[in-house]
């Protein structure tokens, strides 16, 4: 039993190492907010908002995500007896989408059960891995600056790399990619900036042989993403569209894509992201980890949600000093030999770094 006595957020602003850029988004210094759930026994659990500072991934935003958990979301959870996370859902059903939002609390009570049990977080959620394997994305640049990144995260061991594509410029990013690393496991993710009269585009990027096509068009057009799946030889994965278990299935009736990218906080929460794995693995779609250019508190979650069975293919769960001078754990997360150990500790199995959380704070709210 868990009752929530105390919710600190922890607004804080992060140097990113060189600013990443996608299709339609560019990010300089990493906005996020910590969340920190106290129980009546003194027992802290951590969770992290990963919207960004402007809605150009999904809706939401770092000041959404504050409204949202400071109106809404913290007053249904005060005072309140929570016998396990899975109940959070339900408690938070009131609340229409903000998933991000849900997801940076619920995370949080994840943490603090797993702790209040002595068990690690990836046991918790079910997770059956002692290490997983990692992958890398590759921001849009100039080519040469692409092609050398590949050289050195390649060197670094990641089993996967991923290079964010838009369709003025995929074919030259590919071609030149494929020129220098005919093999490397390769994928690219688009960010919803093809349309579907663009098939003509998306159908040459069936030359460069890559494990996947992410996202490709709209995050509202399942159909056209089936119309597309017909034609690409390459597998489409969904990102930006599936942001509950319902769009799996209706993504799966209509055969829009053959591999999904999960992320804990577009789905509202670990309790969902387990429900879509779970989905995934009776349909034998494969899935893998997704990345925000996240904090450690998230990065952690997401090295004990990718130890469960059906995230067989390489996630984007990279080294905290991929983005990081440092990160706000007392331990840096690291990738060896394109692996990471999932810690065996209890809860998300490393310790947060208040010091570094207080220097890198915005704003701090406690209720
Ligand atoms: O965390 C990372 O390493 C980057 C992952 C990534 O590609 C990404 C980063 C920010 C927002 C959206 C996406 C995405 O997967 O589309
Ligand atoms: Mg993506």
Redesign the pocket.
């Known amino acids: 039993m868990m009752k929530i006595k105390n919710v600190i957020l922890h607004h804080i602003s992060l140097k990113l190492k060189e600013p990443?850029r996608?299709s339609n988004g560019i990010?300089y210094d990493r906005e996020s907010i910590l969340v920190e759930v106290i129980d009546h026994d003194g027992m802290s659990g951590w969770g992290e908002v990963v919207a960004f500072t402007s809605p150009w991934?999904t809706e939401e935003t770092i000041q959404t995500c504050f409204h949202m958990l400071k109106d809404f979301i913290i007053p249904l959870l005060l005072n309140k007896t929570v016998s396990h996370p899975n109940e959070l859902p339900s408690i938070f059903q009131l609340i229409k989408r903000n998933n991000m939002a849900k997801a940076s609390i619920e995370g949080a009570v994840w943490d603090l059960y797993a702790k209040k049990n002595r068990m690690s977080l990836s046991k918790t959620l079910g997770g059956t891995r002692a290490e997983i394997d990692c992958g890398?994305?590759i921001g849009i640049g100039p080519l040469q600056q692409m092609i050398d990144q590949i050289h050195k995260y390649n060197e670094d061991g990641y089993k996967r790399f991923?290079v964010?594509i838009s369709p003025s410029n995929a074919v030259k990013i590919l071609e030149g990619i494929r020129t220098i690393f005919p093999h490397i496991p390769l994928m690219a993710?688009a960010?919803s900036s093809y349309s579907l009269k663009d098939i003509k585009l998306l159908k040459e990027l069936d030359n460069y042989n890559l494990l996947m096509i992410?996202?490709p068009l709209a995050s509202d057009d399942i159909i056209h993403h089936a119309k597309a799946q017909d034609i690409l030889k390459t597998p489409i994965c969904l990102?930006e569209s599936i942001v509950t278990s319902e769009d799996v299935r209706h993504a799966i009736e209509l055969g829009s894509c053959k591999v999904i990218?999960i992320k804990a906080g577009r789905v509202g929460g670990l309790t969902e992201a387990k429900k879509i794995h779970d989905i995934c693995m009776e349909h034998q779609i494969p899935v893998w980890c997704?990345?925000?250019?996240?904090t450690g508190i998230s990065r952690a979650h997401n090295i004990a949600l990718a130890s469960l069975g059906n995230f067989t293919i390489p996630g984007?769960i990279?080294s905290s000093s991929?983005y990081w001078y440092e990160d706000v754990l007392m331990q840096q997360i690291k990738v060896e030999h394109g692996k990471i150990k999932v810690p065996d500790g209890i809860g998300m199995g490393y310790e947060v770094n208040r010091e570094i959380i207080k220097k890198l704070l915005v704003s701090i709210s406690s209720f």
Do not use: L, P
């Not at 997704?290 to 996240?294: K, L, S, T």
């Open positions: 990443f996608a990010v991934y890398v994305v991923k964010k993710d960010n992410e996202q990102d990218n997704g990345g925000m250019i996240e984007d990279s991929k």
